[in-house]
């Protein structure tokens, strides 16, 4: 489905992925491990078009998507959440949600079936963005990319700076959208998340896919763990 | 529909006060409201879309300028010089747009500012058809359209009323729709807008162009109103000035330009009559703004009492 192979890109002079190979699957959640640095969030950025590739190929179901204008990227059915949520903090919630709706089209059976998936959004829908708390705002930020009914979901660090509830909820979100076949990318550092979610898990070091494994293959003690992620 | 109707009672008492107005104000009356059209233009840019321009004297002067110049030395009718007035406008915004919006930040505002001070230098040079710095007046026939002419006051001021009604109702109508909440979005966020699936360079181009029609048309008029085209209207003044009232009122709101326009008009008014230092007292006001309202009167009430003002 989404294909990165041997993708080399950076900031200016800064090189951060070097001939980085990838590959997301429908209906499956693949975790992305790493330390800081190694170029996790770059791969993000370089899949949305952010930052434009020196090398290599990033392709959705066989269709190039390097060299694309950056805003052509989400129509074609990826959604991402960047680290940080980034809402439009004056516009209300349902205004948040009515934008991401507007790229492509879609409209109000999108708009439930976000709302049925986070409730606490019906509740909002005529607040500013800016005066939810940090996990409705997050909840805002995964329900605005999802009204793109996009194939493929980028989320950097979900449940970041989240309180314990919020964290189960957000996971409940990625099971669901599994379960709807999306090819969930999950930039996760929790161990135990990762364990719990992911169907694969790649380990990014040095800009590069060091090691793709089942999830199932990993323990909580597997040196993977200590050899890229450090803990 | 509250908001609806307050905007809708401001166009009421703006209609009432010509009736009751001694002339002085009256004439004061019909100056804020074409320059207050001119402070919406520039507020589409800055207030909605993050657009901080210092060259929108270019696109009022140019509006007012195509217009005096057609109907001056082209011969036109008042009427269809008065339609070139807003085009003008708009075209050159787009014009810059097209350049400017390649930069950001400080670099768009001096390329803005550097394309402004290029219209105002070219007037200069060219004065044998542009006046120079002096400018040109309008005669009676060129004020006068069909039965209306604008020399009359309470023609002038109808003028006005229905330029700045047109303006206030087409920016409300902006500010709540789909694509008023997508220059939001971009002014909130450029990158996170285009990450979900919106050509923001387009978006901007379409918000300074419309600025640029609505200063334009401001421009215009405000010629054929007064009967004077100057140099002093392209001049770097009346790009500060539309930032000042929209900054005193309140970015991003509808009302904003309206009240800050006619604060800041009175203010150098009351101001220019007890003292020699009248800019002093604007400036010290200004501070003051920055410092307890700085977004502004009504961005002051939108975040105390009014949450959905647009």
């Known amino acids: 489905m989404l294909t990165l192979e041997g993708v080399d890109a950076g900031y200016g002079r800064v ?49 190039r998507l390097d060299g694309l204008p950056a805003h052509r990227i989400p129509r074609l ?6 680290q940080g949520r980034r809402l439009f903090g004056p516009l209300t919630v349902a205004e948040n949600l009515e934008i991401g709706l507007m790229t492509r089209g879609h409209g109000a059976r999108t708009r439930e079936r976000v709302l049925d998936l986070f409730p606490r959004l019906r509740e909002r829908l005529g607040q500013t963005a800016s005066t939810l708390s940090g996990g409705e705002q997050q909840m805002l930020a995964i329900g605005r990319a999802l009204c793109l009914e996009p194939k493929v979901m980028l989320l950097d660090e979900p449940t970041e700076g989240l309180q314990p509830s919020m964290i189960a909820l957000i996971r409940d979100t990625v099971r669901t959208l599994r379960g709807m076949g999306v090819a969930v990318v999950l930039v996760e550092q929790r161990i135990e998340a990762v364990l719990e979610l992911a169907d694969r898990v790649a380990f990014v070091e040095t800009g590069q896919v060091a090691e793709t494994l089942p999830a199932a293959d990993l323990t909580p003690a597997a040196p993977q763990f200590a050899r890229y992620v450090g803990v | 529909m509250r908001m609806i109707a307050l905007h809708l009672a401001v166009l009421a008492v703006l209609a009432a006060l010509q009736f009751v107005l001694p002339a002085y104000h009256h004439t ?24 901080l321009s210092l060259g929108h004297a270019l696109f009022f002067a140019g509006g007012m300028y195509a217009t005096g110049l057609l109907v001056d030395q082209g011969g036109w009718q008042p009427w269809l010089a008065l339609v070139a007035g807003p085009l003008a406008g708009g075209a050159l915004a787009a014009a810059v747009g097209l350049l400017a919006l390649r930069t950001a930040g400080p670099a768009f505002m001096i ?42 006051p309470a023609t002038r001021y109808t003028a006005a009323f229905l330029l700045f009604g047109a303006a206030m109702l087409g920016c409300l109508a902006l500010a709540r729709s789909r694509t008023g909440r997508v220059l939001v979005a971009v002014r909130e966020n450029e990158e996170r807008t285009r990450m979900l699936g919106y050509d923001t360079f387009r978006a901007k181009l379409f918000a300074l162009a419309l600025s640029g029609l609505i200063s334009g048309a401001a421009g215009a008029t405000y010629g054929l109103m007064f009967g004077y085209v100057g140099g002093s209207f392209a001049s770097i003044q009346y790009s500060i000035l539309p930032l000042i009232w929209v900054l005193l009122g309140g970015a991003g709101t509808v009302l904003g330009p309206l009240l800050g326009t006619a604060l800041m008009f009175y203010l150098i008014d009351w101001a220019s009559s007890v003292t020699t230092a009248s800019q002093f007292v604007v400036g010290a006001v200004l501070i003051l703004l920055v410092l307890f309202a700085p977004r502004g009167l009504l961005g002051l009430v939108r975040d105390h009492a009014m949450r959905r003002l647009p």
């Open chain 2, 111 to 152: 390329v803005t500012l550097m394309f402004a001070q290029a219209f105002h230098l070219a007037i200069l040079y060219w004065g044998r058809f542009t006046g120079g710095d002096e400018g040109f007046t309008l005669s009676g026939a060129a004020r006068r359209i069909g039965a209306f002419d604008l020399a009359d």
């Open chain 1, 77 to 82: 059915g990826i959604g991402y959440v960047p």
């Open chain 1, 15 to 63: 090189q951060v992925l070097r001939g980085l190979s990838f590959a997301a699957q429908a209906g499956e959640v693949t975790c992305v491990m790493g330390r800081n640095g190694a170029g996790k969030t770059t791969m993000l950025r370089a899949i949305m078009g952010q930052i434009p590739l020196t090398a290599g190929r990033i392709a959705l179901d066989g269709q």
């Open chain 2, 28 to 51: 004061n009356a019909a100056r804020i409201m074409v320059l207050a059209t001119y402070a919406i233009g520039f507020n589409i840019a800055f207030g909605y879309s993050g657009l």
